[in-house]
């Protein structure tokens, strides 16, 4: 098995508190990681430093078996990463968002009503996006899913705001992603209803608590 | 493994941000106005004679056309970062000093060029002597790109802090200065009939050297920022 994500002796460190420290992650092709912790215990710094948007205090994350100072673009052209923010324009519609969104992607999608049925999003696909409840935006978001060609998805806390048939929706594709062999590391509060065959759990609790 | 070229990334990153302007015209529209409005209200306050007006007409348009620059400069990242979009634009596969020149681009291109466009009239309220017109928008021309990329590099560093934007304007002005000096004596020299190419040329180099040399400095400021 080839190991996608191999960080190792992360040391993080904000506002003057450390976070974690000496933390080693390691994820194989067709595994999920499933972080979790406390609210600020470091989840999403986590997640960041792996997408490479943060550097640790120390240590390193390899990428496919490379270090993003030797090639960055071939590292982000491998990773996708939804965070807190949905990173959707609020003055386009949905299906606009979804077709730039494809553009960045470098995919055309072959079918944008058929794809915005599948995310929930039929009926209001030309309705500007701020006039959309916060799940809906994030469906949006989400919708990437369905089209990117990215193998390692990074996804900090997928689940808010979509509702329960949303969060089904949303692990069945987890599902067929690691199926065909992609990567997936995702915090969530709620346990998930779905058994991937090689579930890591990884609990994040500040070394400073227990002092 | 996403294959987008660089070329197909910035093209629909430009997509994007002209669709998003046109659906809020008046971000456009507003600084515009302001210029007519603040050029309009120099004759009622010197008087409407050609003499005091014509002179001082290159500098008033000039002075006007900075402060529009600084009229919504912290809106150009703002809400790309409110949203999210900053953060997902550090991650697409292509250099961000490549997408921080397309910013830049686009801000001109909604900022810069109606203003250019706006000038002749500006300069006829103004009583400007026809002699310095062209001179005039040629130091339009190439400055408004030097405001664009000098507003660029002022708002990533204040996008992160909550109301960044008097900061903002005292951060940027000062940098505006040599811009101004080199304008404003060409467009004199050129009403006294004296040569104004040295004048030109130092603009035309400003521009390309603030234009090279903003993306780098753009990105470093986003990548902090993003923290």
């Given at each position: 098995?080839?190991?996608?994500?191999?960080?190792q002796?992360?040391?993080?460190?904000?506002?003057?508190?450390?976070?974690?420290?000496?933390?080693?992650?390691?994820?194989?092709?067709?595994?999920?990681?499933?972080?979790?912790?406390?609210?600020g215990?470091?989840?999403s710094?986590?997640?960041?430093i792996?997408?490479?948007?943060?550097?640790?205090?120390?240590?390193?994350?390899?990428?496919?078996?490379?270090?993003?100072?030797?090639?960055?673009?071939?590292?982000?052209?491998?990773?996708?990463?939804?965070?807190h923010?949905?990173?959707v324009?609020?003055?386009?519609?949905?299906?606009?968002?979804?077709?730039?969104?494809?553009?960045?992607?470098?995919?055309?999608?072959?079918?944008?009503w058929?794809?915005?049925?599948?995310?929930?999003?039929?009926?209001?696909?030309?309705?500007?996006?701020?006039?959309?409840?916060?799940?809906?935006?994030?469906?949006?978001?989400?919708a990437?899913?369905?089209?990117?060609?990215a193998?390692?998805?990074?996804?900090?806390?997928?689940?808010?705001?979509?509702?329960?048939?949303?969060?089904?929706l949303?692990?069945q594709?987890?599902a067929?992603?690691?199926?065909?062999?992609?990567?997936?590391?995702?915090?969530?509060?709620?346990?998930?209803?779905?058994?991937?065959?090689?579930?890591q759990q990884?609990?994040?609790?500040?070394p400073?608590?227990h002092? | 493994?996403i294959?987008?070229?660089?070329?197909q990334?910035?093209?629909?990153l430009?997509r994007?941000?002209?669709?998003?302007?046109?659906?809020r015209?008046?971000?456009?529209?507003?600084?515009?106005?302001?210029?007519?409005m603040?050029?309009?209200?120099?004759?009622l306050?010197v008087?409407?004679?050609?003499?005091?007006?014509?002179?001082?007409?290159?500098?008033?348009?000039?002075?006007?056309?900075l402060?529009?620059?600084?009229l919504?400069?912290?809106?150009?990242?703002?809400?790309?970062y409110?949203?999210?979009?900053?953060?997902?634009?550090?991650?697409?596969?292509?250099?961000?000093?490549?997408l921080?020149?397309?910013?830049?681009?686009?801000?001109w291109?909604?900022?810069?060029?109606?203003l250019?466009?706006?000038?002749?009239?500006?300069?006829?309220?103004?009583?400007?002597?026809?002699e310095?017109?062209?001179?005039?928008?040629?130091?339009?021309?190439?400055?408004?790109?030097?405001l664009?990329?000098?507003?660029?590099?002022?708002?990533?560093?204040?996008?992160?802090?909550?109301?960044g934007g008097?900061?903002?304007?005292?951060?940027l002005?000062?940098?505006?200065?040599?811009l101004?000096?080199?304008a404003a004596?060409?467009?004199?020299?050129?009403?006294?009939g004296?040569?104004v190419?040295?004048?030109?040329?130092?603009?035309?180099?400003l521009?390309?050297?603030?234009?090279t040399?903003?993306?780098?400095?753009?990105?470093?400021?986003?990548?902090?920022?993003?923290?």
């Amino acid at each position: 098995m080839t190991m996608v994500v191999n960080a190792q002796q992360l040391t993080s460190v904000r506002a003057g508190r450390t976070l974690f420290a000496d933390l080693d992650v390691q994820v194989e092709a067709g595994g999920v990681l499933h972080v979790q912790g406390p609210n600020g215990a470091g989840k999403s710094t986590l997640l960041r430093i792996i997408a490479g948007l943060l550097q640790p205090l120390q240590g390193q994350v390899e990428l496919f078996g490379e270090p993003a100072d030797v090639d960055r673009e071939q590292w982000q052209r491998r990773l996708l990463f939804i965070g807190h923010k949905p990173g959707v324009k609020s003055e386009l519609t949905a299906l606009e968002n979804l077709e730039l969104q494809a553009g960045f992607d470098g995919v055309v999608i072959d079918d944008p009503w058929q794809l915005a049925e599948t995310v929930g999003l039929l009926g209001l696909e030309d309705i500007s996006a701020q006039q959309l409840s916060a799940g809906q935006q994030r469906r949006i978001a989400l919708a990437r899913l369905w089209f990117s060609p990215a193998p390692l998805w990074i996804l900090d806390e997928p689940f808010t705001a979509l509702d329960q048939p949303g969060i089904e929706l949303l692990q069945q594709r987890f599902a067929e992603h690691t199926g065909h062999g992609g990567t997936l590391i995702l915090t969530s509060h709620q346990p998930l209803s779905w058994q991937p065959p090689q579930l890591q759990q990884l609990i994040i609790r500040s070394p400073e608590a227990h002092d | 493994m996403i294959k987008a070229s660089t070329w197909q990334v910035v093209k629909t990153l430009m997509r994007r941000d002209l669709k998003v302007a046109l659906r809020r015209r008046s971000d456009i529209i507003n600084p515009l106005l302001f210029v007519l409005m603040v050029v309009s209200l120099f004759p009622l306050a010197v008087g409407p004679g050609p003499d005091v007006l014509g002179r001082i007409a290159a500098g008033v348009i000039w002075v006007t056309a900075l402060l529009a620059a600084l009229l919504g400069s912290e809106r150009l990242f703002r809400d790309d970062y409110l949203d999210g979009s900053l953060e997902q634009m550090i991650l697409l596969p292509v250099p961000l000093p490549v997408l921080a020149l397309a910013k830049i681009a686009i801000h001109w291109l909604l900022s810069g060029l109606p203003l250019v466009i706006l000038a002749p009239l500006a300069a006829l309220l103004l009583k400007l002597p026809v002699e310095g017109w062209s001179t005039l928008l040629l130091t339009l021309l190439l400055g408004t790109p030097i405001l664009s990329a000098l507003t660029a590099i002022g708002a990533a560093l204040t996008v992160s802090l909550g109301r960044g934007g008097a900061l903002l304007s005292l951060l940027l002005l000062p940098l505006f200065i040599p811009l101004l000096i080199f304008a404003a004596a060409a467009v004199e020299g050129a009403l006294v009939g004296a040569p104004v190419v040295g004048q030109v040329v130092l603009l035309a180099g400003l521009m390309v050297l603030t234009l090279t040399l903003a993306p780098l400095a753009v990105a470093g400021a986003i990548r902090v920022s993003v923290n």
